[in-house]
């Protein structure tokens, strides 16, 4: 990654299209766009400073998760200019807490937005998702869970806790990837969040795991914000062959 995107916190595609990724990095209110191998990053400014965690593209619009659950949406459109006119805030849509992963479901018109640390959970016992659409009626919201005890019968590095920062949905077996920086941890549900793996991620590799996204082709995406030795990076995983 080049420089301004040292600290990446979220990526995501516009239709799964791998060709484009757009990115937000936890400090600057600026949507990012860049092309693989290509060192130079473009970008629209869509607010003011502050801890922004991650991105999904939700029909014609581009929708940005901040730390606090505020919702930043702008029309995709307008990333090609330096500043968007038509950002819109959502304000205390979800309960107070910390949020760091959001996927949008462009089939249901869906937003997923998972809690990273929140009053209302007991992060060792389960985490809360929210299901909503801003554009439609934002005070119905669905919610789910994911039990810790399921990814604890797997592995023990939940003992503290599960703290999720990237939530993505493969498109070829409709399962959720969920990852966690804290945990250095990739988790694997069904589509009714029931846990089927879990995998401990090296921190040799994954510095900093904080963004997922898949491709249409099914090639899994897991972006790094990087440290004293290294860059931010995203590094991608091909399906295996069967």
Same mark, same amino acid.
């Given at each position: 990654?080049?420089?301004?995107?040292?600290e990446i916190s979220?990526?995501?595609?516009? @239709?799964?299209?791998?060709?484009?990724?757009?990115?937000?990095?936890?400090?600057?209110?600026?949507?990012?766009?860049?092309?693989?191998?290509?060192?130079?990053?473009?970008?629209?400014?869509?607010?003011?400073?502050?801890?922004?965690?991650?991105?999904?593209?939700?029909?014609?619009?581009?929708?940005?998760? !901040?730390?606090?659950?505020?919702?930043?949406?702008?029309?995709?459109?307008?990333?090609?200019?330096?500043?968007?006119?038509?950002?819109?805030?959502? !304000?205390?849509?979800?309960?107070?807490?910390?949020?760091?992963?959001?996927?949008?479901?462009? *089939?249901?018109?869906?937003?997923?937005?998972?809690?990273? @640390?929140?009053?209302?959970?007991?992060?060792?016992?389960?985490?809360?998702?929210y299901v909503l659409?801003?554009?439609?009626?934002?005070?119905s919201i669905k919610?789910?869970?994911?039990?810790?005890?399921?990814?604890? *019968?797997?592995?023990?590095?939940?003992?503290?806790?599960?703290?999720?920062?990237?939530?993505?949905?493969?498109?070829?077996?409709?399962?959720?990837?969920?990852?966690? *920086?804290?945990?250095?941890?990739?988790?694997?549900?069904?589509?009714?969040?029931?846990?089927?793996?879990?995998?401990?991620?090296?921190?040799?590799?994954?510095?900093?795991?904080?963004?997922?996204?898949?491709?249409?082709?099914?090639?899994?995406?897991?972006?790094?914000?990087?440290?004293?030795?290294?860059?931010?990076?995203?590094? !991608?995983? !091909?399906?295996?062959?069967?």
């Open positions: 990654m080049p420089e301004s995107l040292f979220g990526i995501t595609f516009n @239709n799964g299209s791998s060709d484009t990724v757009y990115a937000v990095q936890d400090e600057e209110g600026k949507l990012f766009r860049l092309g693989w191998k290509n060192n130079r990053q473009l970008h629209t400014k869509f607010a003011r400073k502050g801890d922004y965690e991650d991105v999904a593209i939700l029909k014609d619009q581009a929708v940005i998760l !901040k730390s606090n659950g505020f919702l930043y949406t702008m029309p995709l459109s307008e990333s090609v200019y330096e500043e968007s006119e038509q950002t819109k805030e959502w !304000k205390k849509i979800l309960p107070k807490g910390e949020y760091e992963g959001m996927y949008a479901d462009n *089939a249901t018109d869906d937003l997923y937005i998972l809690c990273k @640390n929140c009053p209302q959970d007991d992060s060792k016992n389960s985490v809360t998702g659409n801003p554009f439609k009626d934002s005070t919610t789910f869970s994911i039990q810790v005890d399921e990814i604890k *019968a797997i592995t023990g590095k939940v003992s503290r806790g599960f703290r999720p920062s990237g939530i993505a949905r493969n498109p070829k077996s409709g399962n959720w990837y969920i990852l966690s *920086a804290v945990n250095k941890l990739l988790v694997v549900t069904d589509k009714n969040w029931k846990v089927k793996d879990a995998f401990p991620l090296s921190g040799n590799v994954f510095v900093q795991p904080e963004g997922i996204a898949f491709d249409k082709a099914g090639n899994l995406y897991i972006s790094n914000e990087g440290d004293d030795l290294s860059n931010g990076n995203i590094l !991608k995983f !091909k399906p295996a062959a069967h």
